[in-house]
């Protein structure tokens, strides 16, 4: 046809414009044009009209279907201007979808047919929300041929089945197939079932109420041909398989992978010796944090028991006999080892947990060289040790400790020597668990919660039989595995309050209560010093306010920090200058008169004088020698108090200062006569244990009485040499033993997270081989916990950037060692997070004290004062402060949708939010380097922890991030990645995933 055909517009843009168009088809019909006339004289008007109101789609298929059978010139005319890309594919599928004229098959099939062919040639790129519109379409446009099927099948079982009706169910089966053989339509069906939830709830309906009438009409002889069947049914697998949004498993061997034996065995470290007093849910969790971790890696449950044991054993072998972590490890083996296993039992639901139990102990079995050395260690048979535990917790039956044990004799590499524990003396497994009885015993009502007035004698007896030997020690190594060790602290100091000053008694009676009081105040210190005052108030805000803890929160030293004394002055000058001439005469206290409490706050401000008059010659050394000795024989908590004064004195007097107060704390450790009395013997040797762990860290170097032996860090040597040693040694190694454990934790504790952090990172970042990259990862991840809150901040906020902003540090960012550091990253965001769920308040960490930012934190929410403002340069500045630092920018809101609810208080949410703002700015320069390569593989590290850890994560990251990224690298993320790096959950979250997966089709990445 030459020239075109002049059409008069009607008053109207729009029904101008339609009447053109219908003008327009039915002379194209007339002469019949072939699609590509149709298509420029269609382009020609609307480019001399505006198409608004005006649907191409809906005219064309109201002209093609109009009789009993389809006009198949104007359905190619149709398929010509969408395959042209004249009106996008999601108007046509709206519009065939709407069709549901059965009494017209022959129109259905034509549908069908379009509907094939368009679905396998789908563009992706007209409009600014084609994608999202795309995938309703899609939704709308599978439903409606599903329903086809549907109505169909029913036909057919009712008896009316015709040729037409089985090649409609025949083709729909087919367009669904090829339809779903496309992964970008399978990832844009799911999009679309989080933006459409009722109408997928109705498409599922469907393909429930399909597969029923398939069945039903399977059972009837030739009701269906048999090829139909099989089509209908291979379409209704691959629906099935719509459904699946998991993540493939991780399987290639490119990256480092997290090694369990060493991260599992420094996590138990951990806990055994450092947090011996923590809950066990803490552990459990940080446990099962691992365990699915590596669940990608094949991990089985009793590869995560033998480990466990594995560690627990190495633990007591490699700690000192008789020593405090020997007691520490052999009561969390064969005490709380039952206990944790019973908690992991929870999180193995459906699993049977005594098969998996009963195969780790036949892989422990497998070590027959660490059992032996164990059983020669303890001398006893440790595994049966264990076994008992297992069967008094109920996770074993006696007929598999008997198997177990007879496995076990068989492998036994040499005899149990049991000569010396047949002799008398009970080995240390065997201690513990008497000690389990004790504890228990002792807690009971009738033992420390009777009536003190009407009991003081027996009471007396039961604590020095306590405090006799080690068995105080004991005493406390099971009752912190037993999760009893708080309460036994609070009755003591319920007993020290009641004991603090008589009630009128006289002679014997007060004399009684002046030792209840001098020996649980001596009990209740190495609680103290080993397992930290928050032990005893954390949770309890009523021990708070008695004398004991007021007087241990204003004197008592803790790891090494001694308080401030400046500014001191007694509340009573006369009591002072009356303990001073008690002391200089000999003279004794009225036991039924004396308030102990006050006795004890009086006595260091009466040494102070004492000390202050030596200095200046008033008085000599024999003098002050006989005060000493006054001292110690009226009470033996008198010289501890005296003694952190002492202390306090001597950490802030100048080296000529020192010699004097360091001759008079000699003088106090130094046990003089010993008494006829056993238990003043006892609770003499007690006191002078106190003052000398208390006095160790205020000692010279080279004094006599300072014990080399917990001096891990020498005072010639800088920490970071001691630190970098340390570390080459457990890396060499691949497990932490007990000397680096404390050494690692007393750099972490002068050093600080901040320097910690960033050596150890540096460090492990050192090799460029994957094995031992494996190794150190592991080792690093478990070492964090140490203070896992404190220490991941300190990567994120300090450690990180300055190694992605360093021109010095690029080297760290290639791989294998940018994947290791993206992995780091990633466990140990994961593993904060859980700890931070898991605990019952804010800002303390579990079993160990608080840090200076911790307690900086709270005073900054108490006063509510801003702090002052920061210089404001052009580099992302990352920042833990309150000023300048808002959630709002994080993610492009919709209309109607509401701010993330994140906690501006909680220092990780400010932290990912920065580093995610950091890692964002990196993105968008326009090179790309090695730092761009961390950021994927942060995102695919975090991918791999599974949806209850990654969301955390990638809900912090901004909206124009994942775009850029792509744009930056084509293809870095596939589709299945895209929907679960992206919130599907909002409108926002759901436009960017479709943009992103419509994106990838250009590039054909689908997978």
């Known amino acids: 046809m030459e020239g075109t055909t002049t059409i008069k517009k009607e008053p109207g843009i729009g029904s101008g414009l339609a009447n053109q168009v219908k003008l327009t088809l039915m002379r194209a019909w007339t002469e019949r044009w072939s699609e590509v006339q149709w298509g420029v004289h269609l382009k020609r008007i609307l480019a001399t009209n505006s198409n608004d109101g005006v649907d191409l789609a809906e005219i064309l298929l109201q002209q093609a279907l109009v009789g009993s059978s389809p006009n198949s010139l104007v359905l190619s005319y149709l398929k010509h201007i969408v395959l042209s890309q004249v009106i996008p594919h999601s108007t046509v599928f709206k519009h065939i979808s709407t069709y549901d004229d059965i009494s017209k098959p022959y129109c259905i099939i034509a549908l069908i047919d379009i509907a094939e062919t368009f679905s396998t040639k789908l563009s992706f790129s007209y409009g600014t929300d084609s994608s999202l519109q795309m995938c309703k379409s899609l939704l709308m446009l599978v439903h409606w041929l599903l329903n086809n099927i549907l109505k169909c099948l029913q036909k ?61 009409l399977s059972q009837s002889q030739n009701a269906l041909p048999t090829t139909t069947k099989d089509k209908v049914s291979e379409m209704l697998g691959s629906l099935s398989r719509l459904q699946d949004m998991n993540l493939p498993s991780d ?14 065995n420094t996590l138990v470290s951990l806990e055994a010796v450092l947090n011996s007093t923590n809950e066990l849910q803490p552990f459990v969790d940080q446990t099962m944090v691992i365990a699915r971790l590596l669940f990608f890696q094949k991990l089985s449950w009793p590869q995560l028991y033998v480990e466990i044991f594995r560690a627990c054993f190495m633990g ?17 083996t064969f005490l709380k080892i039952p206990q944790i296993l019973q908690r992991l039992q929870q ?7 005594m098969a998996d139990l009963e195969q780790s102990f036949e892989l422990l079995i497998n070590s027959t060289n660490l059992l032996d050395l164990a059983d020669q260690k303890k001398k006893c048979d440790s595994i049966e040790q264990l076994l008992q535990g297992c069967i008094k ?47 228990s015993s002792i807690l009971k009502v009738e033992t420390l919660d009777t009536d003190f007035q009407k009991n003081q004698e027996p009471l007396f007896s039961l604590l020095c039989k306590m405090m006799s030997g080690k068995s105080f020690e004991i005493i406390l190594a099971a009752a912190a595995s037993m999760g009893e060790l708080q309460n036994l602290a609070i009755k003591l100091i319920k ?24 020996i649980t105040f001596l009990m209740l210190c190495p609680i ?9 108030t954390n949770g309890h805000k009523e021990t708070v306010d008695s004398f004991f803890v007021q007087w241990a929160q204003r004197w008592f030293p803790e790891d090494g920090k001694y308080k401030n004394i400046e500014n001191c002055n007694p509340s009573d000058s006369n009591k002072v200058e009356s303990l001073i001439n008690l002391f200089l005469s000999s003279g004794e206290l009225k036991t039924s008169l004396t308030r102990w409490h006050e006795v004890c706050l009086n006595t260091p401000f009466a040494i102070q004088e004492i000390l202050f008059a030596w200095e200046h010659g008033a008085i000599g050394p024999e003098q002050v020698k006989t005060v000493l000795e006054n001292v110690k024989n009226w009470m033996c908590c008198l010289p501890v108090v005296v003694s952190c004064w002492l202390c306090c004195y001597i950490n802030t007097a100048d080296q000529e200062r020192r010699e004097k107060p360091l001759l008079m704390l000699e003088q106090l450790m130094t046990i003089s006569n010993k008494s006829d009395s056993s238990a003043q013997n006892d609770r003499c040797q007690f006191m002078k244990t106190v003052i000398e762990h208390l006095s160790q860290d205020i000692l010279p170097a080279n004094h006599h009485l300072r014990n080399i032996s917990k001096q891990y860090i020498p005072a010639n040597e800088p920490p970071a040499i001691i630190l970098e040693e340390t570390l080459k040694l457990v890396f060499s190694k691949g497990w932490v033993d007990l000397k680096s454990l404390h050494t690692l934790e007393q750099v972490l504790n002068l050093c600080g997270s901040d320097r910690f952090c960033d050596q150890v990172v540096h460090h492990m970042l050192e090799s460029n081989k994957v094995d031992d990259l494996c190794m150190a990862v592991s080792l690093v991840f478990a070492l964090f916990h140490m203070d896992l809150e404190h220490l991941t901040l300190s990567l994120l906020v300090n450690t990180l950037p300055r190694i992605l902003y360093s021109a010095d540090n690029s080297h760290l960012m290639i791989d294998p060692r940018g994947y290791t550091l993206a992995k780091l990253v ?3 965001i994961t593993a904060a997070q859980v700890s931070k769920v898991g605990q019952k308040e804010p800002y303390v960490r579990r079993g160990r004290k608080r840090s200076r930012i911790d307690v900086d934190v709270e005073e900054m929410d108490e006063c509510e004062v801003r702090p002052s403002k920061m210089r404001k340069i052009n580099e992302p500045q990352l920042t833990l402060l309150s000023e300048d630092f808002t959630f709002d920018d994080m993610t492009v809101k919709e209309d109607g949708e509401h701010s993330p609810a994140f906690d501006t208080k909680e220092p990780l949410n400010k932290a990912m939010v920065n580093l995610f703002c950091l890692l964002n700015a990196i993105i968008h320069d326009k090179r790309v380097t090695a730092r761009t390569g961390f950021i994927r593989s942060f995102i695919d590290e975090a991918l791999k922890c599974g949806p209850q850890y990654y969301r955390f994560i990638l809900q912090f990251m901004p909206s124009n991030m994942l775009p850029q990224l792509m744009k930056t690298m084509p293809g870095i993320f596939t589709n299945q990645q895209i929907l679960h790096i992206c919130d599907l959950s909002t409108l926002s979250g759901r436009k960017l995933a479709a943009k992103a997966v419509c994106h990838n089709s250009y590039l054909k990445v689908t997978s």
């Open 156 to 216: 057919i079982q009712d008896g009316k089945s015709t040729p037409e009706y089985v090649s409609i169910t025949d083709r729909a089966s087919s367009a669904v197939l090829k339809t779903l053989e496309k992964q970008t339509v399978c990832t844009l069906l799911q999009i679309a079932r989080a933006e459409v939830t009722d109408n997928y709830r109705d498409f599922e309906q469907a393909e429930v109420n399909v597969r029923g009438t398939l069945s039903q």
């Open 251 to 264: 399987n290639d061997d490119d990256g480092p992978k997290l090694q369990l034996c060493s991260t599992i």
């Open 316 to 332: 007591i072998i490699d700690a000192p006999a008789n020593s405090p972590e020997d007691l520490k490890w052999t009561s969390f």
């Open 347 to 353: 999180n193995a639901a459906g699993r049977d947990v």
């Open 393 to 439: 917790a109920d996770l074993l039956k006696d007929v598999h400790s008997q198997r177990i044990m007879q496995r076990r004799e068989k492998e036994r590499g040499r005899l149990l020597d049991k000569a010396e524990s047949s002799q008398g003396v009970p080995c240390s497994s065997i201690v513990i668990l008497r000690a389990e009885v004790t504890v």
């Open 495 to 518: 007993l020290n309050e009641f004991a603090r000053h008589s009630a009128g008694e006289a002679g014997k009676a007060s004399q009684t209560r002046a030792r209840l009081f001098d």
């Open 528 to 536: 103290l010093q080993q397992y930290g005052l928050e032990t005893i």
């Open 826 to 828: 990633v466990l140990c």
